[in-house]
């Protein structure tokens, strides 16, 4: 469940993408030089040598639906800044914030902070004259195991269960608007000269207050052909995601195609679904202009 057009913003500024719309982003390029050898990623996906800061420019563009279920597509692409920040047990600026609450070799759980912008639906006729869709923060844990990695660390299989509460921000404060959890597997490849692929599949599961902030329809805003709605809890629908990324140096690129699947969502008749199937599609171009020398053992998997 998207927070779109904010999908553009999530894609520039390497933010967790929210709610089910998460576009897999690579990760900022790791160090060169010296450095880049320790800095390789070891077999199995255990921590490894990462500069603890880095900072760049980038490009994203995306073609995205407004929200999934919505017949309108639109098109974004901006330029951006980016930053990362990495210790061993914390993360910012890659997936938004993370912290590792408790780790082994193969499993682990987080604390997750992700956020999206404001959504306006001045330009969508399904939502023409209903509020504007509020800023999101989502907080929450997540649960990493990962299943399976060959021996020469270039194939890679995960498990993830994150759960997240979304606290919507207006009126000066923070309101709760549910919650949902998004059980996935994510499958990796590393090829040579840089290059990387990988797929994933995951499912929604969300509350009704949260099913219902997108796809309800209040009576105040009912119209002849877009009638009341509340939106039960349940299934929200599930997403494919296929990227492929190359790394040289200090620049990386990744293009990423993904299919939204809204049949049997518990929320499938509500008016504000127009179609079950959705694409987005999107590209990042990104450069590093500084790192720290020192390195740190982060924990990216």
């Keep these: 469940m998207n927070r779109l057009p904010a999908c553009a913003l999530l894609l520039a500024a390497p933010l967790a993408l929210a709610p089910s719309a998460a576009v897999a982003t690579e990760p900022v390029p ?13 077999a199995g996906g255990a921590p490894r040598g990462l500069p603890r800061w880095e900072w760049g420019l980038g490009i994203a563009g995306a073609w995205v639906r407004d929200y999934p279920g919505s017949e ?31 780790r082994r070799p193969a499993l682990a759980v987080d604390a997750v902070l992700s956020a999206n912008p404001p959504s306006s639906t001045g330009d969508n006729p399904e939502r023409a004259g209903m509020p504007d869709l509020h800023a999101l923060v989502e907080p929450g844990l997540r649960l990493r195991w990962q299943a399976w990695s060959s ?33 996935g597997l994510s499958l990796d490849h590393r090829l040579g000269g840089g290059w990387s692929w990988g797929m994933s599949a995951a499912a929604t599961f969300a509350e009704r207050a949260y099913q219902d902030y997108f796809y309800g329809v ?7 052909t877009r009638p009341a709605y ?5 299934y929200g629908g599930s997403h494919l995601t296929w990227r492929l990324s190359r790394r040289s140096g200090v620049s990386s690129a990744s293009l990423f195609v993904r299919a939204e699947l809204l049949d049997d969502a518990s929320f499938a008749d509500s008016p504000l679904v127009s179609t079950p199937v959705g694409w987005t599609i999107g590209f990042n171009l990104s ?15």
């Design 72 to 102: 309108h597509y639109s098109t974004y692409g901006l330029p951006y800044p980016w930053f990362t920040w990495r210790s061993d047990r914390v993360l910012l600026g890659h997936e938004g914030g993370r912290g590792v609450l408790w």
């Design 218 to 224: 209040d009576p105040a805003y009912a119209t002849a």
């Design 287 to 301: 450069r590093r202009f500084g790192a720290s020398t020192h390195l740190v053992n982060a924990d990216e998997p």
């Design 30 to 42: 790791a160090a060169t030089g010296p450095a880049a050898a320790s800095a390789a990623p070891p």
């Design 151 to 183: 021996a020469d660390g270039r194939w890679r299989l995960n498990v993830r269960l994150p759960w997240r509460a979304a606290l919507a921000i207006y009126d000066g404060g923070l309101h709760n608007v549910g919650s949902r959890i998004e059980p």
């Design 230 to 234: 509340e939106a039960d809890g349940g």
